[in-house]
């Protein structure tokens, strides 16, 4: 069978993982459309091409603005078309965490894109917060400070309501109310204050344990109804503008979401029933990137961006329609869905390492042991009616393999064989997995037989948040 562009395409599941803004063109080259598939296109090797032209060579971090604009408005029309399909009359309000990409040119670019859609800043730290300050110019964009709040933080915060900013300043912990009401009598400026809940639900993927009941940050049930006794004794109930709670980054599973979210719109209600009234709920990060369009990994996502959406939307309208609190304003802190896809790193191939023989000729020996014969056996009578049975066996196999070496049992050549016979076996199941529908397996053999690529790059220098 000839190659063609659809090979290529579903050999590198650029469909999956493109996210409409990366193919291949008609000259079988990568090809990017910042603006999404119906803008202009950009082919990738001509770039790179023109730019080894002009003694600039890989590896290169080629960045695309357009496609951070492109996210931003993604986002935003997710959750303005879920509020329309499910009558919500709450509005929604993305915050970008500074803490995602510091880059100038970056937070530049993301605030003059979010200003049609009223993007605010997310800080960590008081530096960040005078980056938001000096860069926010967006009418009714949200200012939320996270992170450990000093004096000099919170001062801060509050002045920059003198400067017509939405701020709002998110007590992690209990005793940062005490601050906050200290620094707002000092100065005479009545705070916007939002309380992060420390959710029992946990997320899911790489950063599980940043969430749940054992979390280092947020507060707990009894916390919560300290804070607001504190705040009714002070005369302050009506400054508690915002619920926030934050279930970690890069979510893979829409069903992680779906839980959180009942539980925080619970939280929500409760609040009003205690006698606050918040208009903003900070559903905090976690909206995923798939980056290798698989849907079963820690670096992808089982859901779209509307899914995301739309669930959030519905959970949050169902039980505020239930307990009879209006519908509150959405935030989300969607960093890296909004920037990942924006830039990406181009480098040299030096080498390859494949781990398969694929023509290899296997010839029975007088000398081959029972383990090699087995493994003959199970190439040679390997068929969809023993797939199962056969998968078994080669795993048992394997185990018998390492074994007997380890014991003086198997001879190094005896060893080579048999591995090289795994790997036959391996190849040949991989081709079948599909064919009978075993869909896990399938991923789990093409991992074993996928090979290693030498580039020519350093993670530490090109890429130093790409787990981040």
Known sequence: MSWSIERSSELYGIKLWGSSYFGINQNGNIEVTPKGPDGPRLDLHNLVQDLRERGIRPPILIRLPDIVESRIHLIASCFEKAAKDHNYQGQFRGVYPIKVNQQSHLVKEVVAFGRSTHLGLECGSKPELLVALALMDTNDALVICNGFKDWEYIETALLSRKLGRETI???????????????????????????????????????????????????????????????????????????????????????????????????????????????????????????????????????????????????????????????????????????????????????LNEVAKKDAVFEKSPEDGRLVRDLMDILNNLAPKNFNESYNDLIEKKRDTLQLFTYGVLSLEQRAKAEDLCWAITTKMAAMAKEVGEDDIFWELEKELSDTYFCNFSVFQSLPDSWA
């Open 169 to 351: 300043i998110v007590v992690d912990r209990k005793s940062e109310l005490d601050t906050i009401i200290a620094v707002s009598k000092h100065l005479g400026i009545s705070p916007r204050i939002g309380l992060r809940g420390k959710l029992n639900t946990q997320g899911s993927g790489r950063w599980v344990e940043s969430s749940g009941a054992r979390s280092k940050f947020g507060l707990t049930p009894s916390e919560i109804v300290e804070c607001l006794g504190r705040l009714k004794a002070e005369g302050m109930i009506d400054c508690l503008a915002l619920l926030h709670y934050h279930i970690g980054s890069q979510i893979p599973s829409i069903q992680a979401i779906k839980a959180s979210m009942k539980e925080g719109a619970r939280l929500f209600t409760e609040l009003h029933a205690l006698g606050a009234k918040p208009t903003y709920i900070d559903v905090g990060g976690g909206l995923g990137v798939d980056y290798d369009g698989s849907g079963r990994s820690e670096s992808s996502t089982d859901y779209s961006e509307q899914e995301y959406a739309n669930d959030i939307v519905s959970i949050l309208q169902s039980v505020c329609d239930e307990k009879g609190v209006p519908h509150p304003t959405i935030v989300t802190e969607s960093g890296r869905a909004s920037v990942a896809h924006s830039a990406l790193l181009v480098f040299d191939v030096l080498g």
